[in-house]
Each structure stands twice: as structure tokens, then as C-alpha cells.
């Protein structure tokens, strides 16, 4: 599928809420329940959002004092995972912030339409003076562990009717099925093992433990044509789902991304851009549609942009959505040559902008 025509399509559904756009991002102004709601069914490549941690209580971020009960978030959060569900691709993946003490019911809930892949434990290794209440409390008052770390779930789709079978796998087992081959002849036939293994290559992809590269994945629909069954593999990136990551990376589920520093118009709840980008970077292609449906700052917008993706922040507050589209603006205005930190981009309030050179951010990356 065209992301093109898929952004082309998500801008047309949304026209009516829409803040800002251009040709490779959107920024929505609405509550996120009802923009949901409009987007095409399996057009969004990557969700990656922050949702409010509700067990926080934080009065100056939207929602996160608006539940009586665990249960009643819970079941609010489910709404989206719907949703979710619905318009992510069946290759695509969820990257959902949350605190570690409603970590363990997410998980519950989000089991129910989706495989959970993974909990990444986000440590925050601040230097003193920017570890915020780490380095100020009293220690000895503490009567559990004090609450250093976060959580960031991460998921994919699962197959209806099996939690545990990947899009892929699934759609593998289909196809050489309706062309009449078993995974030994199939994986003789594409020379993945040649005559070892009694199609254990294939078996494999089939179960999720691994995928075919692209050349292994040319090959199937090779045979795949050849048989003249009438069926055959979608492109690449329509099938896999994307995963690359490497020793020079975090790779771990254990993640030492800095946080964001205080800074005059810092969003309460702000990432780090560079961890975004890492998420986005490791689960995406180049062109495929980012959604954030708590868009806060537009941390996430600002990550896809710079990574070469399209952005799609949605954000109750008005005057966030036009910090988000200011941010929007000057990336653009960036030569892509210029190397820029997260933080001194995340500065470029409406004020700033007036008055802040590219030099100005060029220094302030060094």
C-alpha cells in the first residue's frame, strides 16, 4: 500500500479537526477518542504515545486526576486499545508510556487484542541537579522503592483467533497452504536450507521466531507465482513487521535515556526526542505514518520528521497544538545537513523562534 494515498486518506478523514498541516504531518486539535474514531481502518504504520499515567496525579497534565479508580482508567484505556487495533497496520507496532504502578493491568487489559512484546524499563540516568526528587527526598523516609524508573510497553497486533501467531507467520502458513506446499518443499524450493532442516526455516517464520530477509522473502513469492495458485505475498514492507536494531544501540530492554531538562515551555510530561527517534527508527521504514494521540509537546512529531516518516499528533489542548505546529515549522526551516539536539529544537517556542538564528540551535547542539 502507497503511504501517500494512506496520508492522503487520514488528512481527508480528519480535515474537519485539523490544526496544521503539511505534506508530512498533521497536527489535530480534538479529543483524541473521537479522532481516532476517523481514521481509516490499518493506515497507521507506528503508534507512539504517552498516555496520562493516571497514578501520578499530575494537575497540569489533561486527564491524569480524572479517575475515581485503577478500574475506571483501565476501562478508558480500553477504548483506545480498540481503536488501536483497528487502524494500526497488521505489521505495524505500539510503543505506550505508563507508569510501573498500573504497568501490570495494562498488560492485562492490552493481552486481550494484542501480543505483548516487551517492558522497557526507561531509567533516566540524570546527572545531580536534574535527577528531580531523586536527589532532593529524604531517603530514610521511603517505605518502598523510590519510583526512579518508567515503563514503555511495547506491542504488536495480534492475528484474530491466535494471540500468539504474528501477521506474518499467519499469512505465510495461508498462502502456502492454498498453493498446496509443505514448509519442507517450500523451503527447498527457495533455497533457505537447501535439503537440511526439514523446512525448518520456514517453520520458523511461521511461529514468529524470526523473519525472512528481503532476498529470502523475494524468493517466496517467486514460488509463490510459480505455483499459479492465484495467491501470493503483499510487498515487504507490507508484511513485516519492522525490527532493526545493533550493538551501537539500545538494544536491551533496559533503556538509559537522559531525560528532558527544565526548560520555559517544557510540557510537564516531555521525551527525550532522541529516545523517540529511537523507537521510530527501530520499527519503521522510511515514509510510514507515526501516530501520537497524546501529542503534549509534539516530541513525537518532531522525531518522525527528523527520522524521515510522516507525523500525526493529536492534542486536546489548543495551545499545545500550536507549540506543535511552531516546532513543525522550524524543523522544515532546518537545513537537513544541520545537526540539532532534541532540546535545543524543543526550545523553539513561538518567542524563541523570533528571536533564536540556526546558528543559535547549531551552538547549542555542540
Not at 507512539?48 to 478500574?71: A, M, Q, R, W
Not at 537545513?335 to 546558528?359: H, I, N, R, W, Y
Request: net charge neutral; aromatic share 10%.
Amino acid at each position: 500500500m502507497n503511504r501517500n494515498i494512506d496520508f492522503q486518506n487520514i488528512q481527508n478523514a480528519l480535515s474537519l479537526l485539523t490544526y496544521y498541516k503539511d505534506d508530512n504531518a498533521i497536527v489535530i486539535n480534538e479529543d483524541s477518542v473521537n479522532a481516532l474514531k476517523l481514521i481509516p481502518d490499518h493506515s497507521v504504520s507506528l503508534i507512539l504515545t504517552d498516555p496520562p499515567y493516571h497514578s501520578t496525579k499530575k494537575g497540569n497534565i489533561v486527564n491524569d486526576k480524572s479517575f475515581s479508580t485503577d478500574e475506571d482508567f483501565i476501562n478508558w484505556m480500553e477504548i483506545f486499545s480498540v481503536e488501536w487495533k483497528r487502524i494500526i497496520k497488521p505489521n505495524g507496532s505500539i510503543f505506550m508510556f505508563c507508569s510501573s504502578a498500573m504497568e501490570s493491568q495494562l498488560h492485562m487489559m492490552l493481552s486481550k487484542r494484542f501480543n505483548i512484546l516487551s517492558h522497557l524499563v526507561w531509567t533516566k540516568p540524570n546527572e545531580p541537579g536534574y535527577d528531580g526528587w531523586k536527589g532532593k527526598m529524604k531517603k530514610e523516609a521511603l517505605r518502598q522503592w523510590y519510583p526512579q524508573s518508567e515503563r514503555i510497553i511495547f506491542f504488536e497486533p495480534a492475528v484474530e483467533g491466535n494471540l500468539n501467531r504474528s501477521y506474518f507467520g499467519d499469512l505465510l502458513k495461508k498462502t502456502r497452504t492454498a498453493c498446496r506446499l509443505s514448509g519442507h518443499e517450500l523451503t527447498e524450493r527457495t533455497g533457505a536450507y537447501g535439503s537440511v532442516n526439514h523446512g525448518g526455516a520456514v517453520s520458523n517464520w511461521e511461529t514468529g521466531r524470526n523473519v525472512p530477509s528481503r532476498e529470502q522473502y523475494a524468493k517466496l513469492q517467486s514460488v509463490f507465482a510459480e505455483c499459479h495458485c492465484g495467491v501470493n505475498l503483499p510487498d515487504y514492507e507490507d508484511a513485516i513487521r519492522p525490527f532493526e536494531v545493533n550493538a551501537n544501540v539500545e538494544f536491551t530492554d533496559i533503556w538509559t535515556f537522559p531525560s528532558v531538562k527544565q526548560y520555559k515551555g517544557k510540557h510537564p510530561a516531555e521525551k527525550p526526542i532522541e529516545m523517540l527517534e529511537h523507537c521510530i527508527k527501530a520499527t519503521t521504514f522510511e515514509g510510514d505514518i507515526v501516530l501520537d494521540c497524546f501529542a503534549g509537546s509534539g516530541s513525537t512529531g518532531i522525531a518522525a520528521l527528523r527520522t524521515k516518516r510522516k507525523s500525526i499528533s493529536i492534542e486536546i489542548d489548543r495551545s499545545w497544538c500550536e507549540s506543535i505546529a511552531n516546532r513543525i515549522a522550524l524543523v522544515k526551516e532546518l537545513p537537513s545537513d544541520l545537526k540539532v539536539s532534541g532540546q535545543a529544537l524543543m526550545k523553539g517556542s513561538s518567542k524563541q523562534k523570533e528571536t533564536q538564528t540556526l546558528f543559535d540551535f547549531a551552538c547549542a547542539s555542540i
